[in-house]
């Protein structure tokens, strides 16, 4: 009989005494998961202008209505609430300045007992959907509803879904999973010398290849019922929604076809948050190959819209045949809402000398206005800079774990470099990544600011590289700490 080593002993009878320590501890309830979820139309019944070009479009009709979806998570332990989020997901262009503060105003008397900072609202990208920001375009005064009286409206919209989802909460489940579909395609397009040009023409001698990575995972999040009824969802795919992009129709793009297909299988009830993950860099329509990918489409009798949801509905029924294995009722759940600020993208001196040349340029023409405040911007900032008065760039950073997941949100239309960085370096066993959880402006990586172009100029970015890799840090430590704290 082998000998057994004096460390193996002690190591045998400290396990002995902590198995019969933890069943002498009595042990404290499990912890309850609530689940409630609320689908509003933000659809306005006037004209609105719409948001997401450089040129004013005045919607002549809607094509499919855009809309809002509420899911309210809690925890509880008996009567004791532990932890609580709303997270709203919006068929807009992004959430510009002043709307989340505006819907937290009108659900704080709604809901006593929620901590309205525990709310996010997120953007699917669509740019058919209405403006929000008065003086962005010269608007007539008649006839057409204005971006302010809109903002009213959709905060009145948003808040009532957030109540109503958390009042309507009940016992639930979670489950996630993984699944994959080709609908995001790298934009930019490399030459010969690393320059580079967003919806470049690939076909030609200069054409070097794809500046990017492409992230063709998507990320699902299943919620049921007491009865195991499936009652809400959320996916997270890293592709803005912008296939009918220059419109002038109220459209929310792939996403309505996403949900009329999922609720066509699932039922009616379903609820269905569509996540934009980390996108800034891509877009719904290929930059080669164009010729075959329409022809397949049209083989199966589908629109670009109907071909983007067979594949996202794809994905995530791959995803649902494993979530649905594991349904999880007690789960950790914690929630972060933390201020970070990010350096300011530098305006250099030649920079803001080609902007105000641009500028001058395009004030000779009135319909050119849009860009050509584009461009007096970064002049401003060059000024502001100049005076010492350009403050850091704030920003508010949900971190939540919920079971072995994490979730994360941003403001920008983040480069995908970034949320694969987030993806890596996370212990989540899944990562969600949401951006345009604010107000929007690209955040590109270091390579796209090398090739230049539209999306990684100056005039696009409030926040460059080195900003970035702050949020990704800032990202990391606070999910990270939700892994560290149940460890402990």
């Known amino acids: 009989m082998p000998k057994i080593s004096s460390i193996t002993t002690r190591c045998m009878a400290t396990a002995m005494f902590l198995a019969s320590w933890s069943?002498?501890?009595?042990?404290?309830?499990?912890?309850?998961?609530?689940?409630g979820a609320t689908t509003v139309s933000i659809t306005p019944d006037l004209p609105v202008a719409l948001s997401g070009q450089m040129y004013l479009r005045i919607s002549q009709k809607v094509e499919s209505p855009v809309t809002a979806t509420a899911l309210a998570i809690e925890t509880r332990q008996g009567n004791e609430s532990l932890e609580q989020a709303i997270m709203v997901s919006c068929d807009l262009v992004a959430i510009r300045e002043g709307v989340l503060e505006k819907v937290r105003e009108r659900l704080k008397p709604k809901l006593p007992g929620f901590d309205v900072n525990k709310l996010f609202l997120s953007a699917t990208h669509t740019h058919t959907a209405p403006e929000m920001t008065e003086g962005r375009y010269d608007l007539p005064k008649d006839g057409v509803m204005q971006p302010a009286a809109y903002v009213e409206f959709l905060a009145d919209q948003v808040a009532t879904a957030a109540a109503n989802a958390w009042n309507t909460r009940a016992v639930g489940g979670v489950g996630w999973g993984l699944g994959h579909a080709v609908v995001a395609h790298n934009r930019r397009v490399l030459y010969d010398g690393d320059r580079a040009q967003m919806?470049?023409?690939?076909?030609?001698?200069?054409?070097?290849?794809?500046?990017?990575?492409?992230?063709?995972g998507v990320e699902v999040l299943f919620f049921w019922d007491a009865e195991g009824q499936l009652v809400a969802t959320a996916i997270n795919v890293a592709c803005p929604s912008q296939e009918v992009e220059s419109r002038s129709a109220v459209n929310a793009d792939f996403w309505h076809e996403v949900r009329e297909k999922l609720r066509e299988k699932q039922g009616e009830k379903l609820h269905i948050l569509g996540w934009t993950g980390a996108a800034g860099d891509q877009s719904p329509r290929p930059m080669y190959r164009k010729l075959a990918e329409d022809r397949m489409r049209e083989l199966r009798g589908l629109t670009k819209l109907e071909e983007h949801a067979r594949r996202i509905v794809q994905a995530w029924e791959e995803a649902y045949e494993g979530a649905k294995q594991e349904i999880h009722r007690d789960v950790p759940f914690t929630h972060l809402v933390k201020q970070i600020e990010l350096p300011r993208r530098i305006v250099t001196h030649e920079e803001s000398l080609a902007a105000q040349i641009k500028a001058d340029e395009l004030s000779k023409d009135p319909t050119q206005s849009p860009r050509m405040r584009w461009h007096l911007k970064v002049v401003e900032r060059f000024k502001r800079q100049q005076a010492g008065e350009e403050l850091p760039y704030d920003m508010e950073l949900h971190a939540i774990r919920l079971g072995d997941i994490a979730i994360a949100t941003n403001p920008f239309e983040l480069f995908t470099d970034y949320g694969v960085r987030i993806k890596a370096r996370c212990p989540a066993l899944q990562t969600f990544v949401i951006q345009l959880a604010g107000p929007g402006s690209y955040l590109p990586s270091e390579r796209a600011v090398r090739g230049g172009s539209y999306s990684a100029i100056v005039e696009s970015s409030q926040v460059g590289p080195d900003g970035g890799q702050v949020l990704v840090d800032k990202t990391i430590e606070y999910l990270t700490s939700l892994w560290k704290e149940a460890a402990r």
């Open 23 to 35: 069943l002498a501890v009595p042990v404290g309830r499990a912890s309850e998961l609530y689940v």
């Open 199 to 216: 919806y470049g023409n690939s076909n030609q001698a200069t054409f070097r290849g794809i500046e990017g990575y492409e992230d063709h």
